[in-house]
């Protein structure tokens, strides 16, 4: 049974930082790349940053020099870690697992003063 798992949601004010991570089990990890999206209200779905296999790593325009994606291949985990957050980074963000078309259920962020 393959599971997807995001976690690290919550309530942060502008200008503060928050961490997600997504656990994926049920598939060989280190065959895929692995991404983040977000869907935020009254917007369409939104990719965020990937990064592949082998380490590398790419980003919307919207959060380049805000956010880092990294992965840990030993623990099957994926993280984004959000700097310098703004109001419009308040979103459901998704974990995904890109050719395997795979979703977590997504967490919630909220930028709030």
């Known amino acids: 049974q393959v599971q997807v798992v995001e976690s690290g949601g919550g309530l942060v004010q502008p200008g503060g930082s928050l961490r997600l991570s997504c656990v994926a089990s049920?598939?060989?990890?280190?065959?895929?790349?692995m991404d983040w999206y977000r869907q935020a209200p009254g917007k369409q779905r939104e990719w965020v940053a990937s990064?592949?296999?082998?380490?590398?790593?790419n980003y919307a325009n919207s959060v380049k020099g805000r956010f880092t994606i990294s992965r840990d291949n030993a623990k099957n985990t994926v993280a984004l870690q959000m700097n310098s957050l703004k109001f419009e980074d308040t979103a459901v963000y998704f974990c995904?697992?890109?050719?395997?078309?795979?979703w977590g259920q997504g967490t919630q962020v909220t930028v709030s003063s």
């Open positions: 995904h697992v890109t050719s395997a078309d795979y």
């Open positions: 049920g598939i060989i990890f280190n065959r895929y790349t």
């Open positions: 990064i592949g296999r082998s380490g590398w790593t």
